[in-house]
Structures are given as C-alpha cells and as structure tokens.
C-alpha cells in the first residue's frame, strides 16, 4: 500500500479514468489475439509495451518496486506476477493470465483475464469459467451502501460452492492517480463487514481462484507467485467505479 488515505474521484476524474480503463481493455484485447502455441510471454510484453508507448501511453509495471517487465503474464500453477520471458514459451492446453496496466494521461487502467492457449482440459476450462463468473458477481455486489465484505463474500460462496479455493495473500485495490491505495478489496470475506461503498470510489476486483489450495508461494525471483501445490490458478480483473445508483465497470472496450 501506497497510500492509507482513500480518494473519492470527481466527474472530471472519473473520465479520466474512464479513458484509462477504455485503453487498458483495448491492450488486452488486442494482446488475446496473440495468445496461441509457439509465443513466448516476452513477444506478449514487447507488444504490449510497443502498442502502449505508440498510443502515447506508458505502462505502470516497468520498474514499478523493481518489476522488469511492462505485463504480467502467469501460467498455469502461477497466481500472478509472472513475469515475460523469452524462453517461456506457449503451449497447447496451457492456461494465461494477462495483466495490464496502462497509465493515461496520469490515472491507471488495470484489468487481466485468463486465456485459453488452443484446447486446455475440461478442469482447466471449468476453473477459468468459474473465476470469471466470480468477478461477475462480485461486481453486482457493488452499490452506494454495500460493503467491501459483500464483494468477497460473492466470491469466495461462489468459487468454494464449485470446488475451487480462493488466494488470501494479493486483494484487489483503489486505484486512480496512484497504482495501489485504499481500499483494499480482498476476494473472500463475509457479508455486512468492511467498508461502506460510496459514490466516487474506485477500485479493482482481481480474483485469483486455485483448483487446490490457495496457499501460493513466491519464487526467488521475488515476484513470480505459484500455488503451493502447483496446481492451476486463474484470475480476472476489472477497474469499477461506485457510481450514485450502482457500478461502472470502467475495463471495457
Ligand atoms: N496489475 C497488477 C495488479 O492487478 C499489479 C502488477 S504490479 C507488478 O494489481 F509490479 F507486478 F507489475
Ligand atoms: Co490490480
Ligand atoms: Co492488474
């Protein structure tokens, strides 16, 4: 955590963020399209941060806390923070995880999904499909007058009702001007506890859902983490903001 503080946005603001947002879904997307067997994780960053800088944006990761590449990309047993690299390389069946986040004119768009690469087995698919149902609900908890526990609460019934577990160690946070602030929004948790919602916050929710333990482990390079177990983990990610009457979800094309 950057900052304790939290930060309600203006209108102004939140068009700013709205750009922010529009821009970083457009990177994935267009990132997706290069998911397939025979691509390296590091052609997926160099594209990235190719696309980023020609649209005049920068990308937050690089160098951010020491993290040497512009994305994230994690694979399979990893839970996030991969980081690209040329001699990894894509193949058949594998599952990825794509996180970007674009800085625009200042404020952060920060959004991720999994990606199938070719035909992963029917497990690989049935967590994925879960972890994304996940987001989906937890974003339908978000109103003026809710609470941050709602939006974990959503996620952890939905995701251990269907057999999977959900990671305790990385919450999803306010973002705006800075990358990480207040609040902090983490993916399990009960119904009527935390913070109230208010208009003008925002913030991501970035489940990572494991098929076994949600126990993760960080590898020496400091950043990549991976499930204890090796097992499978995927994760989505949306910037939201509390609007007066509901939920923008501001990581849309
Ligand atoms: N985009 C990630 C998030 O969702 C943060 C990546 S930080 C990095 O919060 F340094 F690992 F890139
Ligand atoms: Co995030
Ligand atoms: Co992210």
């Known amino acids: 955590m950057e900052r304790e503080t939290l930060v309600l946005l203006s209108t102004r603001e939140l068009a700013k963020m709205r750009e922010a947002g529009r821009f970083a879904a457009n990177l994935l997307q ?30 937050a990761p690089l160098g951010y806390h020491g993290f040497p590449k512009s994305i994230c990309t994690s694979v399979n047993e990893v839970v996030c923070h991969g980081i690209p690299n040329a001699k990894q390389v894509l ?6 995880n794509i996180d970007v986040t674009p800085i625009v004119d200042g404020y952060y768009g920060d959004t991720s999904k999994t990606f199938y690469v070719g035909h992963p087995s029917a497990r690989a698919k049935k967590l994925v499909e879960v972890t994304e ?6 974003i339908a908890e978000v109103k003026p007058g809710a609470r941050i526990g709602d939006i974990g609460a959503a996620i952890q019934e939905y995701a251990e009702g269907e057999g999977f577990s959900v990671v305790r160690d990385f919450v999803g946070h306010g973002v705006g001007r800075i990358f990480h602030t207040a609040p902090q929004v983490p993916h399990y948790g009960k119904r009527d506890t935390g913070m109230r919602l208010r208009p003008g916050m925002v913030f991501t929710i970035e489940p990572m859902i494991n098929e076994g333990t949600w126990e993760v482990q960080v590898l020496k390079d400091k950043w990549t983490a991976v499930t204890k177990d090796r097992k499978l983990s995927a994760q989505f990610e949306h910037t939201v903001a509390v609007t007066e009457d509901g939920v923008e979800v501001l990581t849309l094309c």
């Open 133 to 138: 149902e996940c987001l989906t609900r937890a």
């Open 30 to 59: 267009r990132l997706a399209e290069l998911v397939k067997p025979g691509v390296s994780t590091l052609e997926l960053n160099d594209q990235a941060e190719q696309w980023t800088q020609a649209h005049g944006a920068k990308s």
């Open 91 to 96: 193949k058949e069946g594998d599952i990825i």
